[in-house]
């Protein structure tokens, strides 16, 4: 077992590194962006915040339910689809996609290997000390607690962005992101990683929209705006018929919302919880500190959002 307690930041360091960034932000997004819709609509909303945002590497996380037959093929699915939003984007450049886990952890003491879990490292060690990687995952965490893993010097070189968990005081954790991989949620909470949650459950479920505001802001703007239409409509075919009424929340836009103004998503600072076995947490007022958002503002983040995604290209 990995002795993570001697490479945690004290109280200070650690609430200096859950500050939100002053300044533009080196990042790597970890997704597992052909899970299902929103990933897509974050992947583009970090490339069209240049002013902030320096995305420096895309990686491709794992994920298993109706739209995959393996966590593998999950990833494998989600490698491709980066590339295709890329080429919807018609970007001259663009960030460097690594190929993530194929499966998820069969315990907290073995790293799945891949090409992101190096590249993770690679990035995190080569910045300077007061100049962190940002690692947004919003997927399956087994990329980001593989890399941990392996290499825990990267605990004091990183900060990690999750859109994962629901909020502290929901009565489960049992939630996509956090339950795939268990042993590698694990990791996130116990290592000292400083980590900011932006809770599933009550914050980024506010970002709830339809396919008729897309169709009006993002439809024929341009060639991803179509595509994202279309999206929305496929989603609606299988999830919405029949259902008047019928919404789609975008939760991963909240990470890169985050990132982008923390006015619009205030976050507090609290002890790290331990997550159970059966996706309960449990409370020691010793652990290590974390930050959580706590409420998002739904207009100024789609006013934002769909500003840059309807630009012509």
């Known amino acids: 077992m990995v002795d993570y307690a001697k490479y945690r930041l004290d109280d200070a360091m650690m609430l200096k590194r859950l500050a939100h960034p002053n300044g533009k932000v080196r990042m790597?997004?970890?997704?597992?962006?052909?899970?299902?819709?929103?990933?897509?609509?974050?992947?583009?909303?970090?490339?069209?915040?240049?002013?902030?945002?320096?995305?420096?590497?895309?990686?491709?996380?794992?994920?298993?339910?109706?739209?995959?037959?393996?966590?593998?093929?999950?990833?494998?699915?989600?490698?491709?689809?980066?590339?295709?939003?890329?080429?919807?984007?018609?970007?001259?450049?663009?960030?460097?996609?690594?190929?993530?886990?194929?499966?998820?952890?069969?315990?907290?003491?073995?790293?799945?290997?891949?090409?992101?879990?190096?590249?993770i490292i690679e990035l995190a060690l080569s910045g300077g000390e007061n100049e962190p990687l940002y690692v947004v995952a919003i997927g399956?965490?087994?990329?980001?607690?593989?890399?941990?893993?392996?290499?825990?010097?990267?605990?004091?070189?990183?900060?990690?962005?999750?859109?994962?968990?629901?909020?502290?005081?929901?009565?489960?954790?049992?939630?996509?992101?956090?339950?795939?991989?268990?042993?590698?949620?694990?990791?996130?909470?116990?290592?000292g990683v400083p980590l900011v949650i932006l809770p599933c459950h009550s914050v980024a479920s506010h970002l709830l929209t339809s396919t008729y505001e897309i169709d009006a802001c993002l439809r024929d703007r341009n060639k991803l705006g179509t595509y994202f239409s279309d999206l929305?409509?496929?989603?609606?075919?299988?999830?919405?018929?029949?259902r008047p009424g019928w919404s789609k929340v975008l939760w991963d836009v909240s990470a890169i919302a985050w990132l982008l103004?923390?006015?619009?998503?205030?976050?507090?600072?609290?002890?790290?919880?331990?997550?159970?076995?059966?996706?309960?947490?449990?409370?020691?007022?010793?652990?290590?500190?974390?930050k959580e958002a706590i409420d998002i503002d739904r207009s100024l983040v789609y006013i934002d959002l769909f500003e840059k995604l309807s630009k012509p290209y």
């Open 140 to 191: 399956a965490i087994t990329n980001v607690a593989s890399a941990i893993a392996k290499c825990p010097e990267i605990i004091q070189r990183i900060v990690v962005v999750w859109l994962g968990p629901n909020s502290y005081w929901w009565p489960t954790q049992d939630i996509f992101n956090v339950s795939q991989d268990y042993h590698a949620s694990r990791i996130i909470y116990d290592s």
């Open 232 to 242: 929305f409509h496929g989603r609606f075919e299988r999830f919405g018929r029949n």
């Open 28 to 119: 790597i997004l970890d997704t597992d962006a052909f899970n299902e819709v929103d990933d897509q609509f974050a992947l583009a909303y970090s490339l069209l915040s240049p002013e902030k945002l320096q995305v420096l590497a895309v990686t491709a996380a794992p994920f298993f339910n109706w739209n995959s037959t393996s966590p593998g093929e999950g990833m494998e699915k989600s490698y491709h689809e980066i590339f295709n939003i890329y080429k919807l984007m018609e970007l001259n450049q663009a960030p460097p996609v690594y190929r993530g886990s194929a499966q998820f952890m069969d315990s907290a003491d073995e790293p799945v290997p891949s090409q992101a879990v190096d590249r």
């Open 261 to 290: 103004n923390e006015e619009w998503v205030p976050s507090v600072v609290r002890r790290t919880p331990i997550l159970n076995p059966n996706f309960t947490y449990s409370v020691d007022d010793t652990r290590h500190f974390y």
